[in-house]
């Protein structure tokens, strides 16, 4: 019996430890791919809430199709959280800049919101690692 709770909790853990690494993946690839081909587009407002967050949604020329911010999930629509004068702006014009990637625009976010280095996304990386480690220790534990 404690052998499976063992394993249960190793499998857990190493749930976890996938979504930590898929956090800090797509985290690292959007703010990568943004800083080095990201091109800027007008996005229409299409909920507000507070405290200062917005969805929006935009047009790519080249495609009648329409894309949203997706943040970390790549294919979900989401909220984002802007700084207060992007927010003021946004919920005055109804209208907010974005970057997005001409290859693939589900990669976009807010131009007011600044590109991180990909040493910032640390964090969840070391997680995942740990995440992984305590599963292996569950599992060949005696």
Do not use: K
Not at 20 to 43: I, K, P, Q
Not at 105 to 115: C, I
Request: charged share 20%.
């Amino acid at each position: 019996m404690r052998r499976v709770m063992r394993i249960c909790g190793a499998v857990i853990l190493g749930l976890f430890g996938l979504g930590f690494l898929w956090s800090a993946g797509v985290d690292a690839y959007r703010n990568e791919t943004l800083r080095h081909g990201a091109m800027e587009a007008d996005a229409a407002v299409v909920d507000i809430r507070h405290p200062d967050q917005i969805r929006y949604r935009f047009d790519v020329e080249a495609e009648q199709r329409t894309y949203h911010y997706t943040g970390r999930w790549l294919f979900i629509p989401a909220w984002v959280q802007v700084p207060e004068l992007a927010f003021a702006e946004a919920q005055a014009t109804g209208h907010l800049r974005i970057l997005y990637l001409p290859s693939n625009p589900h990669v976009n976010q807010p131009a007011a919101l600044r590109l991180r280095h990909p040493w910032e996304s640390l964090g969840p990386w070391l997680l995942a690692v740990l995440m992984f480690f305590l599963a292996g220790r569950l599992v060949f534990r005696r």
